[in-house]
């Protein structure tokens, strides 16, 4: 497993998550890193991600202001903090490894994926 993510959960609307995407066998530094989701019988839609020079951000409208990406290199992991979370924040979350810039994100063959944790915000 090249990814892992972790800290989906069951939570309440109005509560908090924090998800970890951990790297084995190689550096997250030199990647950008990239948050998606897939709600059920819903399209995968990229999230937020961070660069890897500069740690810039970028988030999707929907999460804007309530979520926070971040990275810790020495402990290899990025990370998404999930504030105000709403029922419509349900999804499966991936991270991947990503090509970035601007308010574009995608991901290659090449890239690597997470498995996905469950995120389950009951009303």
């Known amino acids: 497993v090249q990814l892992q993510a972790s800290g989906g959960g069951l939570v309440q609307s109005g509560g908090s998550l924090r998800l970890s995407c951990a790297a084995s066998?190689?550096?997250?530094?030199?990647?950008?890193i990239g948050w998606f989701r897939q709600a059920p019988g819903k399209e995968r839609e990229g999230v937020s991600y961070i660069s890897s020079k500069d740690s810039r951000t970028y988030y999707a409208d929907s999460v804007k202001g309530r979520f926070t990406i971040s990275r810790d290199n020495a402990k290899n992991t990025v990370y998404l903090q999930m504030d105000s979370l709403k029922p419509e924040d349900t999804a499966v979350y991936y991270c991947?490894?990503?090509?970035?810039?601007?308010?574009?994100?995608?991901?290659?063959?090449?890239?690597?994926w997470g498995q996905g944790t469950l995120v389950t915000v009951s009303s």
């Open positions: 066998e190689f550096t997250l530094d030199y990647h950008d």
């Open positions: 991947a490894t990503v090509t970035a810039y601007g308010s574009s994100w995608y991901t290659t063959p090449l890239d690597y």
